[in-house]
């Protein structure tokens, strides 16, 4: 009997798009539905713009925390992993992988297209975290 750690499967950059783009949509119908329902202060920003994003970051890293995925990759199948054990990042890597999204962006958004072209599908931000997103196994 061999003891085979199996190669996971790596999300690639067009599934992660679309995760990002039903994640997207679902925010948008919240914020839509929050909007409506809230006065908003005639200021461009706000305490009320503040806690709209902010609310967004916790969700996201409860998400992560909870589910190793936001809806958009549970949808799809995907999850986010730990690029050394395979198994459920830290809370300190989701954080960490949540404020690397902003290098991945600041240049020209290249950290996400990099999951293009990394032979572990990885973008800047899961480099940074030790992350890897996979789609899940059959169990």
């Known amino acids: 009997m061999t003891d085979q750690i199996e190669t ?14 039903i994640d997207t949509f679902i925010f948008v119908i919240i914020l839509s539905i929050v909007g409506m329902s809230i ?15 902010l609310g967004f970051v916790v969700l996201v890293l409860i998400f992560w925390e909870l589910k190793q995925a936001t809806p958009g990759k549970m ?22 992988r949540y404020f690397s999204y902003l290098l991945s962006t600041v240049v020209l958004f290249l950290g996400f297209f990099w999951v293009g072209w990394d032979t572990r599908k990885q973008g800047w931000h899961d480099k940074l975290a030790g992350t890897l997103v996979i789609h899940k196994t059959k169990e």
């Open 75 to 96: 949808v799809l199948g995907l999850k986010i992993v730990d690029a050394k054990t395979l198994g459920k990042p830290s809370t300190a890597q989701n954080v960490g």
């Open 8 to 21: 996971p499967r790596y999300a690639g950059f067009w599934i992660r798009a679309l995760a990002s783009l």
């Open 39 to 53: 006065e908003r202060p005639a200021v461009m920003f706000s305490s009320y713009d503040l806690m709209l994003n």
